[in-house]
Structure formats: C-alpha cells, structure tokens
C-alpha cells in the first residue's frame, strides 16, 4: 500500500517562509513526476509547482520567485519552500505522485491527505 504524507503546514505571517515535505512510502518501485497542488478557502485545487524525476521544474505565475519545489529521490521525498508568503497563499496543500508500485506494476497516481497554511498577522 502507498502513501503520501505531508508536513509543515501551520500559521504563519505574512512575509515569513515555510517548507513542506512529502514522503512517498509503502509498496514503491519508482517515483516519476512529483507536483504541489492546492486549494484556497471556497475555491478549486489548483497546480502550484510540478518536478520531474530529473528534477526538471514548472511553476504557476502566482508562486514564480517565491517557492521552490526540490525533491529526494532516495527518500522519495519531495519538498516545497515556500518564501515571502502572503495572505492570498492560504490554502490546504497536497502532495502529489505518480509512481510505479512494486506490485502491480501498473503506473497511478497518489494524493497525500493535505496540510493546512494559514498566512495572517
């Protein structure tokens, strides 16, 4: 069985820093693309940041400059720094995998249950 499983998450204020971490784990073969995602109060999940498994990276104009999304692939880790937060970053944020597991080899995608940021003063 897999599963992703965030961390970091909390209140903070606005201009601060975060990082989130996700560690994939359980019956794994391989971890190919690994992405942030996350969904404002009221609205729509949305892409924040993706990363190949070469660590080739995509960003959303929103976070472009501010976050930066790293990975481990030893530790099927992946990572989201998040810097000069503002009010507008609020949000549940979820990890996101595509992985092979080691049976069946039947490549899927996986979501981590989400950890809450709260940017306010």
């Known amino acids: 069985q897999v599963q992703l499983v965030e961390s970091g998450g909390g209140l903070v204020q606005p201009g601060e820093s975060r990082r989130l971490s996700c560690v994939a784990s359980?019956?794994?073969?391989?971890?190919?693309?690994m992405a942030w995602y996350r969904q404002p109060p009221g609205k729509q999940r949305e892409l924040v940041a993706h990363?190949?498994?070469?660590?080739?990276?995509n960003y959303t104009d929103f976070v472009k400059g501010r976050f930066t999304i790293s990975r481990d692939n030893e530790r099927n880790t992946v990572y989201l720094q998040m810097n000069s937060l503002r009010p507008e970053d609020t949000a549940d944020y979820y990890c996101?995998?595509?992985?092979?597991?080691?049976?069946?080899?039947?490549?899927?995608?996986?979501w981590g249950q989400g950890t809450q940021v709260t940017v306010s003063s």
């Open positions: 996101y995998a595509e992985l092979l597991p080691q049976s069946p080899r039947i490549r899927k995608a996986y």
């Open positions: 359980g019956n794994i073969f391989v971890v190919f693309n």
């Open positions: 990363i190949t498994v070469d660590s080739r990276t």
